[in-house]
C-alpha cells in the first residue's frame, strides 16, 4: 500500500470522535488532507469557506443529519452542489443505500471502513474528480 498519493482534499463530516480518528489515519496513509467537521451545520459552514475534491459524509449526526446536509448542499446550487458526497454508513442494507441515493449522494462506504476498500473508492473518484 506504500507509494499511494491520492492528493484529495476531503471534508470529514463525522460525529464520532473514534471513526474520525480511524478514517482520519486512513486517509493519510492514502495521501489524502482532510478537515473534520461533527456535524451537518460545520459541513455546510466549512463548505462556504473552502473548496474540496469530495465530502465524506456520516449519515447519522447530531444537529443535522448527513441526509438532510447533503439535500442542502444539492439545492444550494453554489459552487459545492456537484461535489461528489460519499455516504459512510454502519447500515449497508439495499434500502439504506438507496437512501443515501436519493438525498443526493453519489456513492456509500460501510462502516467500519477499511484501507483496501477506500483506496479502491478514492481512486475511482479521483479519476472522475480529475476527469481521467
Given at each position: 500500500?506504500?507509494?499511494?498519493?491520492?492528493?484529495?482534499?476531503?471534508?470529514?463530516?463525522?460525529?464520532?470522535?473514534?471513526?474520525?480518528m480511524v478514517t482520519g489515519k486512513l486517509l493519510e496513509?492514502?495521501?489524502?488532507?482532510?478537515?473534520?467537521?461533527?456535524?451537518?451545520?460545520?459541513?455546510?459552514?466549512?463548505?462556504?469557506?473552502?473548496?474540496?475534491?469530495?465530502?465524506?459524509?456520516?449519515?447519522?449526526?447530531?444537529?443535522?443529519?448527513?441526509?438532510?446536509?447533503?439535500?442542502?448542499?444539492?439545492?444550494?446550487?453554489?459552487?459545492?452542489?456537484?461535489?461528489?458526497?460519499?455516504?459512510?454508513?454502519?447500515?449497508?442494507?439495499?434500502?439504506?443505500?438507496?437512501?443515501?441515493?436519493?438525498?443526493?449522494?453519489?456513492?456509500?462506504?460501510?462502516?467500519?471502513?477499511?484501507?483496501?476498500?477506500?483506496?479502491?473508492?478514492?481512486?475511482?473518484?479521483?479519476?472522475?474528480?480529475?476527469?481521467?
Amino acid at each position: 500500500m506504500s507509494g499511494t498519493e491520492l492528493n484529495l482534499y476531503i471534508l470529514l463530516a463525522e460525529d464520532n470522535p473514534v471513526n474520525q480518528m480511524v478514517t482520519g489515519k486512513l486517509l493519510e496513509k492514502l495521501g489524502c488532507h482532510y478537515v473534520v467537521v461533527s456535524n451537518g451545520l460545520e459541513c455546510l459552514d466549512s463548505l462556504k469557506n473552502d473548496q474540496y475534491d469530495l465530502i465524506l459524509m456520516d449519515c447519522l449526526m447530531p444537529e443535522m443529519d448527513g441526509f438532510e446536509t447533503t439535500r442542502k448542499i444539492r439545492a444550494s446550487g453554489g459552487h459545492c452542489a456537484d461535489i461528489p458526497i460519499i455516504a459512510l454508513t454502519a447500515k449497508a442494507m439495499a434500502a439504506d443505500e438507496q437512501a443515501c441515493l436519493d438525498a443526493g449522494m453519489n456513492d456509500y462506504i460501510d462502516k467500519p471502513v477499511n484501507l483496501e476498500r477506500m483506496k479502491n473508492l478514492l481512486s475511482e473518484w479521483g479519476e472522475k474528480i480529475r476527469g481521467s
